[in-house]
């Protein structure tokens, strides 16, 4: 318990913990017709999503009876106090899925169905890895990661190209817009875990300092992506941004 406490004291669960809090009030403060926009509630639910998810991993890993109990059911008896299967199922699957979801938001619609393209393409080829037991959930599941980051690049390119053609992006200052950062954001995160997920267990035996700076980049980069989430449902309230949904994405 003592060492659970301790986890999620440390300053990223604070971190985050408090960016959830933040975006909550604000959440709630929306009027109606904004709440209901997906412009506003998804990044909330993202936001939400990645906090929840991030202090369960940390109860799940300091509760080794439940996650072994877990890892027996999944067919894992050889590494029992792993609890990669929680973060494949939250953070490859699900948060990328709704990542997926966020891109769309921001492109036109004449882009838009290729985010409809890869969010079932991904679907489907995590189905296929898990059923054929290609890359089993309780163990690092490379191939996946590396579809759907590439995946969210991609998404990221078709937003960038967007910025520089569509005319309502023209007219604007990109440094005023949320989902300019919000990109650029999601390209740097992607790009570092890309790197991470590859090496890090070369580095860990080769350069163990090297292996933990890199997680501690990535931990910044994600708690960075996380508070332009939360400006996004604050931004209503913030006289500097004049960003809205120029798609439809309500």
Same mark, same amino acid.
């Given at each position: 318990?003592? *060492? #659970? #406490? @301790?986890?999620?004291?440390?300053?990223?669960?604070?971190?985050?913990?408090? +960016?959830?809090?933040?975006?909550?009030? /604000?959440?709630?403060?929306?009027?109606?017709?904004?709440?209901?926009?997906?412009? &506003?509630?998804?990044?909330?639910?993202?936001?939400?999503?990645?906090?929840? &998810?991030?202090?369960?991993?940390?109860?799940?890993?300091?509760?080794?009876?439940? *996650?072994?109990?877990?890892?027996?059911?999944?067919?894992?008896?050889?590494?029992?106090?792993?609890?990669?299967?929680?973060?494949?199922?939250? =953070?490859?699957?699900?948060?990328?899925?709704?990542?997926?979801?966020?891109?769309?938001?921001?492109? @036109?619609?004449?882009?838009?169905?290729?985010? =409809?393209?890869?969010?079932?393409?991904?679907? #489907?080829?995590?189905?296929?890895?898990?059923?054929?037991?290609? @890359?089993?959930?309780?163990?690092?599941?490379?191939?996946?990661?590396?579809?759907?980051?590439?995946?969210?690049?991609?998404?990221?390119?078709? /937003?960038?190209?967007?910025?520089?053609? /569509?005319?309502? &992006?023209?007219?604007?200052?990109?440094?005023?817009?949320?989902?300019?950062?919000?990109?650029?954001?999601?390209?740097?995160?992607?790009?570092?875990?890309?790197?991470? !997920?590859?090496?890090?267990? &070369? +580095? /860990? @035996?080769?350069?163990?300092?090297?292996?933990? !700076?890199?997680?501690?980049?990535?931990?910044?980069?994600?708690?960075?992506?996380?508070?332009?989430?939360?400006?996004?449902?604050?931004?209503? *309230?913030?006289?500097?941004?004049?960003?809205?949904?120029?798609?439809?994405?309500?």
């Amino acid at each position: 318990m003592d *060492n #659970l #406490l @301790e986890a999620l004291f440390d300053w990223y669960f604070v971190s985050i913990d408090l +960016l959830l809090i933040v975006g909550t009030i /604000y959440f709630f403060k929306l009027p109606k017709e904004k709440k209901q926009s997906r412009f &506003y509630w998804l990044p909330f639910l993202i936001l939400a999503f990645t906090v929840l &998810y991030e202090n369960l991993g940390a109860v799940i890993f300091y509760n080794p009876d439940f *996650n072994a109990w877990v890892n027996k059911i999944l067919g894992n008896t050889v590494y029992p106090q792993f609890n990669i299967w929680f973060f494949n199922i939250t =953070n490859r699957y699900c948060s990328t899925i709704l990542y997926l979801f966020l891109i769309k938001t921001w492109l @036109e619609p004449s882009k838009q169905r290729y985010l =409809n393209w890869m969010i079932l393409g991904y679907i #489907l080829l995590g189905i296929i890895f898990l059923v054929t037991g290609y @890359e089993p959930i309780y163990l690092n599941q490379p191939v996946t990661f590396a579809v759907g980051a590439n995946m969210i690049l991609a998404g990221s390119g078709l /937003y960038f190209i967007g910025l520089i053609t /569509y005319e309502k &992006y023209l007219a604007a200052d990109p440094i005023r817009l949320l989902s300019f950062w919000q990109m650029t954001t999601i390209l740097f995160t992607y790009s570092v875990t890309y790197i991470n !997920s590859v090496s890090i267990t &070369y +580095l /860990y @035996e080769v350069n163990p300092q090297l292996g933990v !700076s890199l997680i501690n980049i990535d931990m910044i980069m994600s708690i960075l992506n996380l508070f332009i989430l939360m400006l996004i449902v604050v931004s209503p *309230n913030l006289k500097w941004i004049k960003e809205e949904p120029l798609y439809g994405s309500h």
